[in-house]
């Protein structure tokens, strides 16, 4: 899977880094094309090597190379009954023609929970 993710995005989730850095303000349109991937897709693509500093291509000869800068616990998106899949994410910065999904929240704020009979 391919997601595209600000800064915060893994703080605010509360998905761990596990081994290098998560995106920052400076990974801006200008630097360096940059990627975080999750545990899984590091196992698969570099076994027990370290995958800080490598560099992955999407296949198209219009996209830059981009440096994996960073590595993120695994998450199940798609439940529990199933092994997380590769992930790959993206600064929202560095990729302007991809959608993303937004999550804001505020200190204080609370949303109505349904209630079971």
Do not use: C, K, M
């Not at 994410?89 to 200190?107: I, K, N």
């Amino acid at each position: 899977d391919f997601r595209v993710v600000s800064p915060r995005y893994f703080e605010t989730i509360g998905q761990r880094l596990v081994r290098g850095r998560a995106f920052e303000d400076r990974d801006e349109p200008r630097a360096q094309p940059v990627a975080v991937v999750n545990q899984a897709f590091a196992r698969h693509y570099w076994g027990d090597s370290d995958p800080i500093g490598q560099r992955v291509s999407f296949g198209d000869e219009q996209e830059p190379w981009v440096t994996i800068v960073g590595v993120v616990g695994d998450v199940r998106q798609y439940g529990l009954d199933r092994e997380p899949g590769l992930e790959l994410y993206r600064p929202f910065a560095q990729s302007p023609g991809w959608g993303a999904a937004l999550v804001r929240t505020r200190a204080g704020s609370t949303t109505p929970r349904p209630t079971r009979p």
